[in-house]
């Protein structure tokens, strides 16, 4: 029995000699502060951008990281603009870099240069579909086709027939997405697509203008869907427009923002789909620092993060979050 204490008591002081020799070499390989890049096509002043740079900032308190943003300054150009900061992160010599793949086409080659170089990526806000072209690690954030297709199912439920759908011309790959879930969520209704140009997409008044023209053509139009945060100035103001018409529709969208919670909480429009751009910003944190401290592989090679659907039963509750830059 001695003999069995005395050479556990070794045991012990062993193994809490060999903790001591190892301990130094285990933080400093595994739990320095990380340097991360995130690339993005919208700056931090477009209002969809907010709850993304919440989910960053509180990510990087949260897991010692340092997070350097950088986005395009004009949308015009925005893909070769986004293609030079990804190969500017590069010199900055991070640890990994998120970039937000609004254009694959052009952006796929430069991420998988960023990783065959050692550098580890993931793609989120847009992209879904392209972790195995773009050589990404994920992809955090929508099902682009499942948003427009669920957004679809919600007005079936309302009892829509005719929905028309505020959209771009085909070439911009997420609204081409959302737009295509939507016509085969709403099937066998009929479906209007409202394409225009992206520069008119931004501008308010003339979307406003174009959504009111296409109305106007067609009366037995009976409700309305929005691709997204893009739209949701126009949206509001057309709903508001419509005046006694809109009360024999019905409205639905992607993205949130206030006026558009505004709009459900008064009974004008009857959802939202909120893709939770929070947890796209704090999950792609996570996903690479867990990946480059301890090589956990992301669960897949997509991570969706959300839809929740917002109408009058949880408004209040997700205006309060939104209050807090959380949604």
Avoid at 297 to 316: C, E, F, I, M, Y
Wanted: glycine share 8%.
């Amino acid at each position: 029995m001695k003999k069995f204490i005395l050479a556990a008591s070794v045991l012990i002081a062993g193994l809490a000699a060999g903790s001591m020799l190892t301990a130094p070499a285990f933080a400093d390989n595994y739990t320095k502060k990380l340097k991360i890049v995130y690339i993005s096509h919208d700056p931090l002043t477009d209002p969809w951008m907010i709850p993304v740079a919440a989910g960053l900032d509180q990510a990087a308190k949260d897991l010692d990281v340092d997070v350097i943003f950088r986005s395009v300054q004009n949308l015009t150009g925005a893909a070769n603009d986004e293609v030079r900061l990804i190969t500017d992160a590069v010199g900055l010599k991070p640890d990994g870099i998120i970039v937000a793949n609004w254009n694959p086409t052009a952006l796929n080659p430069a991420i998988k240069k960023v990783v065959s170089s050692g550098t580890p990526v993931v793609i989120t806000v847009a992209g879904f579909g392209q972790t195995a072209a773009s050589g990404a690690l994920t992809y955090v954030g929508n099902d682009e086709n499942q948003l427009g297709y669920i957004g679809a199912e919600q007005l079936k439920k309302l009892g829509a027939k005719n929905a028309l759908v505020m959209t771009s011309l085909p070439g911009l790959e997420v609204a081409d997405q959302r737009a295509d879930g939507f016509t085969k969520g709403f099937a066998p209704g009929k479906v209007t697509k409202l394409q225009v140009p992206v520069d008119v997409l931004l501008n308010t008044t003339g979307l406003v203008n174009a959504t009111m023209a296409a109305l106007q053509k067609d009366p037995s139009i009976d409700s309305v869907f929005s691709i997204g945060a893009c739209c949701s100035a126009a949206f509001v103001a057309v709903v508001n427009k419509l005046g006694d018409r809109a009360k024999t529709m019905h409205f639905g969208t992607i993205d949130l923002g206030l006026p558009v919670l505004q709009a459900i909480k008064q009974g004008k429009v009857d959802f939202a789909l909120d893709g939770q751009q929070y947890l796209q910003g704090y999950d792609s944190v996570q996903t690479l620092a867990d990946y480059i401290r301890y090589d956990f592989l992301p669960p897949g090679s997509v991570q969706t993060t959300g839809p929740v659907v917002v109408d009058k039963s949880n408004v209040d509750r997700i205006t309060a979050l939104a209050k807090e830059n959380l949604r």
